[in-house]
């Protein structure tokens, strides 16, 4: 899919190769760096008895996936000089539960009882729920909102985690700072998304929603955490990171947007009738909506959001999306971005670390799940 510039040269490729085993021997203890931070919060908790215990515990086994946000503060920590080991384990430690927090709070807007292909904190919750005795309502509330209590727990354990780090007060603030900008971007461009499913698809603005709900916090804040970390404070450089996140992060939703609509749920441990069921409004159904002709749209319409969308359903609306180009000018896009970060990397960034994101941004442009 990606038309990136070509290879490296010999030099920047050796060193690359260097950075990449340094990033990888540190994510090989890549469960640990959350699982640190929920003891210590733990230790905090201790004192509200059994059940919180019980839910810090859930909270702690929601973790998983690709660990792809500690990947990218490890490259910008190790990409520009950094070497406190112990600083970097906290704070990509920290970057972790951000995630982990915010997809619980979007498991509860989707309202999504599995993640990883296993019961996430609403599921274990609402099923001890219903163990207990209660009715699927009171369960479904029992399990929604120790959702959105534990997202709340983790988001505060990483900020918490950033300003205890081990690095001078004003480094901490930063760190923190940067933190909370980007959960409010994040905020913002999830409620672009929610919203957009009142509207018909030619108003959504998936890009937008892309930019401010993963890029943000999925790419340009690990970036920015692991340079902030490495001492970086060269505000060309930050900005240089912010532009190579911003392209890469609307490429990675992009990317994760046609997965979820023609990737294999056994690859990816995602249905491909959620976005669907839940009338989300991708580049993919605007591109297709606005190019569909009348019966085409109709199709589109009565799938997009209804939650007894069937396979057959979701087969039609791909034959529509693949029909009208649509899928094909979602690549292109796809394209233009990665091509657009990699030029923001190779122009503003030491090379080291531009050919280490380079490679990560091709593997993009190829991922299957």
């Not at 203890?29 to 003891?39: F, G, H, I, Q, V």
């Not at 901490?172 to 919203?195: N, S």
């Not at 890029?215 to 532009?243: K, N």
Request: aromatic share 2%; proline share 4%.
């Amino acid at each position: 899919m990606s038309r990136a510039p070509a290879a490296a040269s010999a030099g920047t490729a050796v060193v690359d190769q260097a950075l990449g085993a340094r990033v990888d021997a540190f994510m090989s203890d890549a469960p640990r760096l959350a699982s640190e931070l929920w003891t210590e919060v733990s230790r905090r908790a201790a004192a509200a008895g059994p059940a919180m215990a019980r839910l810090i515990e859930a909270a702690r086994a929601a973790d998983g996936g690709k660990h792809v946000r500690p990947r990218l503060v490890a490259a910008a920590f190790y990409g520009l000089q950094g070497s406190d080991a112990s600083l970097l384990r906290r704070v990509a430690g920290a970057q972790q539960l951000l995630h982990i927090g915010l997809c619980m709070h979007d498991d509860v807007i989707d309202g999504d009882r599995v993640r990883h292909g296993r019961p996430n904190v609403i599921g274990l919750v609402e099923r001890e729920a219903r163990a207990a005795g209660l009715g699927a309502a009171a369960a479904a509330r029992q399990g929604e909102a120790s959702g959105i209590l534990a997202g709340d727990l983790a988001l505060n354990a990483a900020v918490l985690a950033l300003l205890d780090a081990p690095a001078p007060a004003s480094m901490r603030l930063r760190l923190a700072g940067a933190a909370l900008e980007a959960v409010e971007r994040t905020i913002a461009g999830e409620f672009l998304d929610l919203r957009s499913e009142m509207l018909a698809p030619a108003r959504s603005e998936p890009l937008q929603v892309a930019l401010l709900k993963t890029a943000s916090y999925s790419v340009t804040l690990p970036l920015t955490l692991g340079a902030l970390a490495a001492g970086a404070d060269d505000p060309a450089l930050l900005g240089a990171l912010e532009r190579v996140g911003s392209a890469f992060g609307a490429a990675y939703q992009l990317s994760d947007d046609d997965l979820g609509l023609f990737g294999s749920p056994a690859v990816t441990g995602k249905s491909a009738l959620s976005d669907l069921r839940d009338g989300k409004r991708t580049e993919h159904i605007r591109i297709a909506h606005a190019r569909a002709g009348g019966a085409e749209r109709s199709v589109i319409d009565d799938v997009l959001g209804r939650p007894s969308a069937t396979e057959a359903d979701a087969e039609r609306v791909r034959g529509i999306v693949t029909a009208t180009g649509a899928r094909a000018a979602v690549h292109d896009v796809i394209d233009r971005h990665l091509d657009r970060g990699i030029r923001a990397a190779a122009d503003g960034l030491p090379p080291m670390l531009a050919a280490h994101l380079t490679d990560l941004a091709r593997a993009l442009g190829r991922r299957e799940r």
